[in-house]
């Protein structure tokens, strides 16, 4: 199975502030016939189900705020908050569907400092 | 309004047997890849199996292999996961999701765009 490492487990910052989470997979995700990298990313509030954000890595899902942006390609990516803001205050998960068998990172904590 | 709705949980003890349902309203779930995910208290996500458009084909974790099984009922719109054998460790909050893409010619790798609530598994004596 494709291995998802989130660094770092957690990250306070201040409002306003540029929040930068990254993620690294075991193996490459990117699916050379269609240049598509098979990764995505989630918010989860507590207390509700997760929230896509991105998908293809760089695809921002309907109704996501572009101060949100999602980069990388391969076994790199990347998610930035360009300028945190309270609501931003969440669990950040990174996900791999290349294979059949779909794996996500253990999540970072974002918290205002 | 596109919608999943989880049912089916509650508390079991170890050993037992317990089957989950989905229900998806608000589009055409006949044509949808879906899975489960679960979610450990304080934990991370967990995937733990998806199911093809026509039920044909079903993938799972090696964590449930040979003991949870999906199905689903395309004229009921609905989702299942049949839980045997179950464990202290199986405790979590199980959520169903949906694939991003909605067409028959979907291979089934996408991500989920659209998340239950999520219903609630205890497994304890």
């Known amino acids: 199975d494709i291995v998802m490492t989130q660094s770092p487990d957690s990250l306070a910052v201040s409002l306003g502030e540029r929040a930068t989470i990254n993620c690294k997979s075991s193996?490459?995700?990117?699916?050379?016939?269609?240049?598509?990298?098979?990764f995505a990313w989630y918010q989860q509030k507590p207390g509700q189900p997760p929230k896509l954000l991105f998908y293809s890595a760089s695809t921002r899902a309907s109704g996501v705020p572009d101060r949100f942006s999602g980069s990388g390609s391969g076994t790199d990516f990347t998610l930035t908050i360009s300028s945190l803001q309270a609501e931003d205050v969440a669990v950040y998960y990174c996900?791999?569907?290349?294979?059949?068998?779909?794996?996500f990172g253990q999540g970072t904590k974002v918290e205002i400092k | 309004e596109v919608q999943l709705v989880e049912t089916g949980g509650g508390l079991v003890q170890p050993g037992g047997s317990l089957r989950l349902s989905c229900a998806a309203s608000?589009?055409?779930?006949?044509?949808?890849?879906m899975s489960w995910v679960r979610q450990a208290p304080g934990k991370g996500l967990e995937w733990l199996a998806k199911i093809k458009q026509d039920g044909s084909e079903k993938y799972y974790v090696d964590s449930v292999k040979g003991r949870f099984t999906i199905s689903r009922d395309n004229a009921q719109k609905s989702l299942y996961l049949q839980m045997n054998s179950l464990r202290a460790e199986d405790s979590a909050v199980y959520y169903c999701a949906r694939d991003l893409c909605g067409a028959l010619t979907c291979a089934g790798y996408d991500a989920f765009d659209i998340w239950g609530q999520g219903t609630i598994i205890t497994v304890s004596s």
């Open positions: 193996q490459s995700v990117l699916y050379n016939s269609n240049n598509k990298n098979y």
């Open positions: 996900q791999q569907y290349y294979t059949n068998t779909r794996t």
């Open positions: 608000g589009f055409t779930f006949s044509n949808y890849w």
